[in-house]
């Protein structure tokens, strides 16, 4: 019952769920994508991204200095049934705003490329 507490708890505040939503469509994202995207402060961002990270329902991986997150994927149990409940609820309308955002913080092209190799891109 305590690990559910934990996830719902994770989820009650709308910034995090918010941020669930990107990484459940988008798959991995960088802080720094997260940041712009939300038009938040790295600090806020990190903060919630950890309290997600220790609700077990993202998980991260270094890349020299960015910090990238995505769900977690080995979910058993409730914490895969809430992110497919919540994959479900999300509609193309509760996302558009932010997704204008993305293609325009993220995307080049057309194609969206992670921080990482749009940082490489802009030095050569």
Same mark, same amino acid.
């Given at each position: ?34 940041? $712009?995207? %939300? !038009? ?14 220790? @609700?077990?329902?993202? +998980? ?20 895969? $049934?809430? %992110? !497919? ?14 997704? @204008?955002?993305?293609? +325009? ?20």
């Amino acid at each position: 019952m305590r690990e559910m507490a934990d996830i719902f708890k994770a989820l009650s505040d709308e910034t995090r769920l918010l941020i669930l939503a990107l990484l459940l469509k988008y798959g991995e994202l960088c802080v720094c994508d997260i940041e $712009q995207v %939300l !038009n938040a402060t790295q600090s806020k961002t990190s903060r919630h991204l950890r309290y997600l990270l220790h @609700a077990g329902l993202v +998980q991260d991986r270094r890349v020299g200095a960015w910090v990238h997150y995505r769900v977690a994927g080995d979910q058993d149990g409730p914490h895969k $049934q809430i %992110l !497919n409940f919540v994959n479900r609820l999300l509609t193309p309308q509760t996302l558009a705003p932010y997704d @204008a955002r993305m293609r +325009q913080t993220c995307c080049k092209g057309g194609v969206c490329l992670p921080a990482s190799e749009r940082a490489t891109a802009a030095t050569k």
